[in-house]
């Protein structure tokens, strides 16, 4: 069993930094695609950033550019870097992993929220 476990959200003024973690528990991680969705009040979830267990990093293209993506396998950990922060870019951010092979079920961490406000 999977359990994920994010932290480092909180309130920023536009144009501030934040960095998110997720930590996984058991042995899934080493082998997974992880990635960071985040949804905002009355819309969908949405993929923000991923990393393949070997490093290649893909980013929707609101984020490109700002927000960078890594991972230590040595810590069972993800984090998501943001900086330039937005206020469009409020929401609640979750860590997502794909087992690889993929069997057809992810897990997801239980979120935490970002808020970018002056």
């Known amino acids: 069993q999977v359990q994920l476990v994010e932290s480092g959200g909180g309130l920023v003024q536009p144009g501030g930094s934040l960095r998110l973690s997720c930590a996984a528990s058991?042995?899934?991680?080493?082998?997974?695609?992880m990635s960071w969705y985040r949804q905002a009040p009355g819309k969908q979830r949405g993929m923000v950033a991923t990393?393949?267990?070997?490093?290649?990093?893909n980013y929707s293209d609101s984020v490109k550019g700002r927000f960078t993506i890594s991972r230590d396998n040595a810590k069972n950990t993800v984090y998501l870097q943001m900086n330039s922060l937005k206020p469009e870019d409020t929401a609640v951010y979750y860590c997502n992993l794909r087992p690889r092979p993929y069997y057809g079920r992810d897990y997801w961490g239980q979120g935490t929220q970002v808020t970018v406000s002056s």
């Open positions: 990393i393949t267990s070997g490093g290649s990093t």
């Open positions: 058991g042995t899934m991680f080493r082998t997974a695609a």
